[in-house]
Each structure stands twice: as structure tokens, then as C-alpha cells.
């Protein structure tokens, strides 16, 4: 069983940065793939990032087109943490932002890939 427990979110101008974090539980946390996604009002839930770390210090990463060079995922192996940086943010990136948890994955990119959510964070840009 892995819990998830989000903060960082909160309200910030156009252009802005935010850094989200994403605290684990369970020993086994450095074994799953992690992902971000974010749902707007009345929107479908989406991707936003995901990362694997199977391999120690190496691992790969998996970017939305829409945030790909602006957005970070990392991890803090002592903390149990996975985060987020966000940098250069839109208006249009308001939403509530959920960290998840995956045993396995085929493409990581599918919210029905994953087995545990956080409840989530409010992030708000203001124009």
C-alpha cells in the first residue's frame, strides 16, 4: 500500500513558478513510477509528467508536450518525495494537480495505469 499526500499548490501570477511535492509511504516507493497529472474545471483529468527511477541515479522521464521544457520531475530519495517544478506558468494551467503511483506501466501517460492518487493540490496562475 502506498499513500500519497500533495502540497505546494497556491496562487501565483502568469510567469510565475510553483514547486509541488508528492510525500510517500511504504518501503517499496523507489520501485514505482511516478506521475503528475492536473484536472481543470469541468475537464478530463491529463497527464503532465511521469518518471521512473529503477535504475538508481538513472532514470527516464516523460513530459506533456504542453509543459515540456518548463516542467521538472525529481525525487528526494531520503525524503520519500517526488516533486514538481513548474516554471513559466499560464493561466490555463489552473487546475488541481495529483501525484501518482504506479506498479508498472505501458506508457505511463494513462490515468488508468496508475494504482494510488493523492488527493491533490489547487494550483491557481492569475493573468
Known amino acids: 500500500q502506498v499513500q500519497l499526500v500533495e502540497s505546494g499548490g497556491g496562487l501565483v501570477q502568469a510567469g510565475g513558478s510553483l514547486r509541488l511535492s508528492c510525500a510517500a509511504s511504504?518501503?517499496?516507493?523507489?520501485?514505482?513510477?511516478m506521475g503528475w497529472f492536473r484536472q481543470a474545471l469541468e475537464k478530463e483529468r491529463e497527464f503532465v509528467a511521469t518518471a521512473n527511477w529503477s535504475g538508481g541515479s538513472t532514470y527516464y522521464a516523460y513530459y506533456a508536450h504542453s509543459v515540456k521544457g518548463r516542467f521538472t520531475i525529481y525525487r528526494d530519495n531520503a525524503k520519500n518525495t517526488v516533486y514538481l517544478q513548474m516554471n513559466s506558468l499560464k493561466p490555463e494551467e489552473t487546475a488541481v494537480y495529483y501525484c501518482?503511483?504506479?506498479?508498472?506501466?505501458?506508457?505511463?501517460?494513462?490515468?488508468?495505469?496508475?494504482?494510488?492518487w493523492g488527493q491533490g493540490t489547487q494550483v491557481t496562475v492569475s493573468s
Open positions: 511504504g518501503r517499496t516507493f523507489s520501485r514505482y513510477t
Open positions: 501518482a503511483a504506479a506498479r508498472t506501466v505501458r506508457t505511463g501517460r494513462l490515468t488508468d495505469e496508475y494504482d494510488y
